[in-house]
Each structure stands twice: as C-alpha cells, then as structure tokens.
C-alpha cells in the first residue's frame, strides 16, 4: 500500500511560534492557525507537482488530513490543483492525525518558572532523549501520540491494495507514523521534521510475509546508520519547495 506523507504548508507558528503563547486572552489556538502567504504559495506548488505526479494513474486516490486550519488550507489548494486528474477521489478528514498536544508547554511565556516541578521532570527525561515517554501538563507523550496513529493505520487494511492514500498532517505526526508503520525504535521520532510542503513517499505491506522480511531489512539498516535520516527504507522527501 502506498502512502504520501504532506506536512502542512508554512504556517504562522512555523514563522513565530510565539503567536501560541496566551497572554490577557490573546494568542491563537494551534488548531486554528493559519498559513503564511508563502505557504499559501507552497501548497499550490505542492499541488502542481501532484498533478504531474498522478498523470495517467490509475489507483483509487484517498486523501486524509488531520483538522487543524493549516493541514485544511494545505489539502484543499493542493487537491484543486490534480483533482482533474484523477477519477477516483475519497476525501475524509481524521482527528487521528492531528498535531501532538504539546500542552502548557507551548502556551505559557514562563512556563519553566510558573510549572517549575513539570519542567524539571519534562526536561529530565528530555535531557536523556526519553522525553517520548513524557508530556507536559495538558499534553500527550510522543508515545501516545503514536498510539492513536496506529489507530489510524489500522483503519487503512480496510482499503486495497492498490490504494493511494494521500495525507496532509504535521511534523511530530508524520515522524510519529514513520516509526509506527514499520516498528521501529522510538529514537526514529527525534529525527528533523520534514520541510514545510514537502513529500514523502513510503509503501506499507498488508500481508505478514512482506512485512517480516521488511522489518528485518529495516533493523539492519537502522543498526547501520545509526538514525542519521530516512532514506534507509523510506525515499527521502522527493519533493521539496523551492
């Protein structure tokens, strides 16, 4: 099964994450920030490569996106760009993959001072790259995150084969999927995000036989680099925005 992994356009907290800080009532809630002109822009251009990229395809095309505004606006200006080139075309929105919750961690100016004991336990375990483990108050973990993403990933044995699943999501998200689908070690997820825009490409087998002789191939790989990138089974992002 083939999976495009989109991280969302560049968005305003992309440019100033300050703008998620909550101070006298203002501050913008991460699920409804919006994107950048220059994501505006690059989710078009996303969209121009789709179309060449789906040219002549002839897979049943569904395209997930996780509801926050900034995945929304990604997958709506993308796929207007290459619907005309598809004839099968399933669109649905999951809450599955939405953004991890970082919590107060994200939203309180001085939070290490104002949650000292939290901090301290956060970044105890940060400092020992455990922090997939951990969360910070109101938050999830890492590893909580991957759990409903798994969920999400479950859901996909009920489409083909031959199906091409398109998805719009977030950086920790896609990161999240990346070490889910193929059983890989937590320490996959500290790796860098994907640019803004940016495509991934990764093939999930559905039987047993493949996926255990994928695993294996994947472990040693893992063994030898060391988990100094993607690219030991996944294509590295093979579209990236100017």
Known sequence: MKILLIRHAESQANVSPSKLIIENDNGIANPVISLTEKGLKQAKENGLFLKKYLQDTHLKIKVWNSPYQRTRQTMQ???????????????????????????LLETVRNYSKEYSNEYN????????????????????????????????????????????????????????????AYCLPYEIYYLNNPVNA????????????????????????????????FSYIFKPSYYIPQ
């Open 77 to 103: 200006i993308s796929t207007n760009e290459f619907l005309s080139e598809v004839s099968h075309y399933r669109p649905e929105e999951s809450p599955l993959l939405g953004e991890i919750q970082f919590g």
């Open 121 to 180: 336990y956060y970044h105890h375990f940060k400092k020992q790259n455990a922090h997939f483990f951990s969360k910070s108050p109101m938050g999830e973990s890492p590893a909580e995150m991957s759990a409903r993403l798994k969920l999400w990933l479950n859901n996909l044995s009920w489409y083909g084969e031959n199906d091409l699943h398109i998805v719009y999501a977030h950086g920790a998200a896609i990161r999240a999927l990346l070490l889910t």
């Open 198 to 229: 940016s495509i991934m490409e990764i093939n999930v087998p559905t039987n047993l036989p493949d996926h255990e002789i994928m695993l294996s191939e994947v472990n040693n790989r893992v063994k030898e680099l060391q988990f100094n990138g």
